[in-house]
Nanobody
Framework: VQLQASGGGLAQPGGSLRLSCAASGIFFNNYAMGWYRQTPGKQRELVATISSSSVTETADSVKGRFAISRDNARNSGYLQMNSLKPEDTAVYYC?????????????WGQGTLVTVSS
């Protein structure tokens, strides 16, 4: 199983980036997907989630600016980030998870760095 996150980079305040997470080795349709972020010395925090039926939730800190989506045909999830702020600077990780027959399956991508700076 592999989750490959991409799309990070340098953006100016007010700018946009789109992160992608490509999944392989799982039937992506059955998995919920999430984006998390982490900065040095802090715990990883939830940014947004999307269920297998495409119900979304977004953290208050990014609500109205970030949007999570998925394309099951491409085994991929996305995080559209608009109106970026310096405090959005972090390593962003994608996650895929599901419960199946009493077992919890949880997979993580390698992280992609987002830097918001002028």
């Amino acid at each position: 199983v592999q989750l490959q996150a991409s799309g990070g980079g340098l953006a100016q305040p007010g700018g946009s980036l789109r992160l992608s997470c490509a999944a392989s080795g799982i039937f992506f349709n059955n998995y919920a997907m999430g984006w998390y972020r982490q900065t040095p010395g802090k715990q990883r925090e939830l940014v947004a989630t999307i269920s297998s039926s495409s119900v979304t939730e977004t953290a208050d800190s990014v609500k109205g600016r970030f949007a999570i989506s998925r394309d099951n045909a491409r085994n991929s999830g996305y995080l559209q980030m608009n109106s970026l702020k310096p405090e959005d600077t972090a390593v962003y990780y994608c996650n895929a998870n599901r419960w199946l027959r009493g077992r919890y399956f949880d997979y993580w991508g390698q992280g992609t760095l987002v830097t918001v700076s002028s």
